[in-house]
């Protein structure tokens, strides 16, 4: 038996906002997109691998789930991470366009990472193998 990640899911506020930040800003691809009563079924994915893991942006609509995001960002700490090529790259295309970044670029020695606000109530890592 081989098991696998097939959905992740990120806690958003909004996804229309969502959905038009994590795709014309961080550069994903829409996948799914169903209509599910006031919320939507809404995925994306990476260009590079659009039939591999699915990123679910979730509505925050359950009570637990924004105290939850306020307490990791008030702590300072990133929701979920993605792989990058270059974190450096990243960073300085992304401010470039205006995201604001709570960490800049740090070498950790086996990773380099950064941590951005996706303006849907999340802190969320970028990190490269070095």
Known sequence: MSISIGLTSVLVDEQ??????YTDILG????????MGPHRW???VSPRDPEGV???LEPDAHPAARPFKEALVADGIPYTSFMVDDVN??????VAAGVRFTQP????GPVTIAVLDDTCGNLIQLMHKT
């Not at 790259?89 to 992304?94: I, V």
């Not at 670029?105 to 950790?108: K, Q, Y």
């Open 105 to 108: 670029p740090v070498d950790l």
């Open 54 to 56: 699915e990123l679910v």
């Open 42 to 44: 809404l995925t994306v």
């Open 16 to 21: 229309a906002k969502a959905l038009a930040f």
């Open 89 to 94: 790259r990243e960073y300085e295309r992304l």
């Open 28 to 35: 994903f691809q829409k996948k799914q997109d169903v209509p």
